[in-house]
């Protein structure tokens, strides 16, 4: 179901804040810095993967996600929603059910059996995708999901996280070298 109420950002960032923190999911550590998948290092750590044993928390910061995309980007910019495995994966199929989209995910790599896909679900030639995600730092795990989808003959220029660190300024500069516009 797609939401009706537009929080205006501050009110989204401080609600969204203020909710993680509620649930433990802010972590800080000031005299050993947490090293992220990227090699990048912070003494802040959010763990956004807890959220999905928290239903009230997890539903509201889906409906904020949602309209920031649909504001952003707009009602009918979609065609498929895509999770990047493993964290991502709940969250684009809360987001794909609000939109009423198809929903996908995508590998890390291959399994290394079986079709051997870094997509799994539907996913067609020309299809635009959104690519869903919990948070992002540098955005270099991004490109590798856009670059699979991408392979498939889809697009994908945005993708939508719940947190963005906002604390490394090349993020977004580049991932729009890559033509991926992010959503947060």
Request: with cysteine; proline share 5%.
């Amino acid at each position: 179901m797609i939401p009706t109420t537009y929080p205006d950002r501050a009110t989204v960032a401080r609600l969204t804040a203020r909710m993680l923190l509620d649930i433990k999911a802010v972590h800080f550590n000031a005299t050993e810095p947490f090293t992220f998948a990227s090699g990048l290092k912070a003494p802040t750590y959010i763990d956004c993967r807890k959220l999905i044993s928290y239903a009230r928390i997890r539903s509201t910061l889906m409906d904020f996600l949602t309209c920031r995309v649909m504001e952003d980007a707009g009602f009918e910019a979609f065609d498929n929603i895509a999770g990047g495995e493993t964290a991502g994966i709940p969250f684009a199929a809360l987001v794909a059910e609000r939109m009423a989209l198809p929903m996908t995910y995508v590998r890390k790599k291959p399994k290394g059996y079986g079709r051997n896909a870094r997509i799994e679900g539907a996913m067609s030639e020309g299809q635009r995708v959104l690519l869903v995600e919990d948070l992002t730092t540098d955005g270099g795990s991004k490109l590798s999901f856009v670059d699979a989808i991408r392979e498939t003959g889809a697009t994908c220029a945005h993708t939508a996280v719940i947190f963005y660190y906002g604390i490394f300024p090349e993020t977004e500069p580049r991932l729009a070298e890559h033509g991926v516009k992010l959503h947060y």
